[in-house]
T-cell receptor, first 108, second 114 residues
Framework: KNEVEQSPQNLTAQEGEFITINCSYSVGISALHWLQQHPGGGIVSLFMLSSGKKKHGRLIATINIQEKHSSLHITASHPRDSAVYIC??????????FGTGTSLTVIP | SAVISQKPSRDICQRGTSLTIQCQVDSQVTMMFWYRQQPGQSLTLIATANQGSEATYESGFVIDKFPISRPNLTFSTLTVSNMSPEDSSIYLCSGTDRLNTEAFFGQGTRLTVV
């Protein structure tokens, strides 16, 4: 059983579309991260959430602790947003559990 | 927030050789972790790097294959020993701050063993 489930696994969008990636988890957590993994493998942390909502540029992340669910939204998507987006949760210990990722392709 | 510099970003290695991956943090972090992502899989914890003592390994990972060092609070290395093609993966380090409120990630190392 995977503690973290992401959907969809793959997503193709036209440039300019609004994109939503979902993450559900089954454990109590102290924090949730959204990571971006580039085609070359490099990983960047986009957000850390423990409650509510955060916005950075065209990216918005929300979390509902009671429902154990988080969403990552991309507004006005662009081909450079093409990457794998990974949800990672941290229970009250220190290690992370990772989702399998959502592969996003934005077509010009 | 801390920044973790991970090197190398990628490498292609011959089977039977070893590769050491380094993570340097620009400030002190309490905990450091090493993860592996095999092709098509999610990231999996290899071990917790403990400062000044032996790392704590997860089930399925052993020190002889993945020796880890952490001489201080800002630096850690992971060695992939006696590599085989099955070791071809992305390896990632992460750390948590002293208050355990934030986590930071290296950029990852893409390893290909031929």
């Amino acid at each position: 059983k995977n503690e973290v489930e992401q959907s969809p696994q793959n997503l193709t969008a036209q440039e300019g579309e609004f994109i939503t990636i979902n993450c559900s988890y089954s454990v109590g957590i102290s924090a949730l991260h959204w990571l971006q993994q580039h085609p070359g493998g490099g990983i960047v942390s986009l957000f850390m959430l423990s409650s509510g909502k955060k916005k950075h540029g065209r990216l918005i992340a929300t979390i509902n602790i009671q429902e154990k669910h988080s969403s990552l939204h991309i507004t006005a998507s662009h081909p450079r947003d093409s990457a794998v987006y990974i949800c990672a949760v941290r229970p009250t210990g220190n290690q992370f559990y990772f989702g399998t990722g959502t592969s996003l392709t934005v077509i010009p | 927030s801390a920044v973790i510099s991970q090197k190398p970003s990628r490498d292609i290695c011959q089977r039977g050789t070893s590769l050491t991956i380094q993570c340097q943090v620009d400030s002190q972090v309490t905990m450091m972790f090493w993860y592996r992502q095999q092709p098509g899989q999610s990231l999996t914890l290899i071990a917790t790097a403990n400062q000044g003592s032996e790392a704590t390994y997860e089930s399925g990972f052993v020190i002889d294959k993945f020796p880890i060092s952490r001489p201080n609070l800002t630096f850690s290395t992971l060695t992939v020993s006696n590599m085989s093609p099955e070791d071809s993966s992305i390896y990632l380090c992460s750390g948590t701050d002293r208050l355990n409120t934030e986590a930071f990630f290296g950029q990852g190392t893409r390893l290909t063993v031929v």
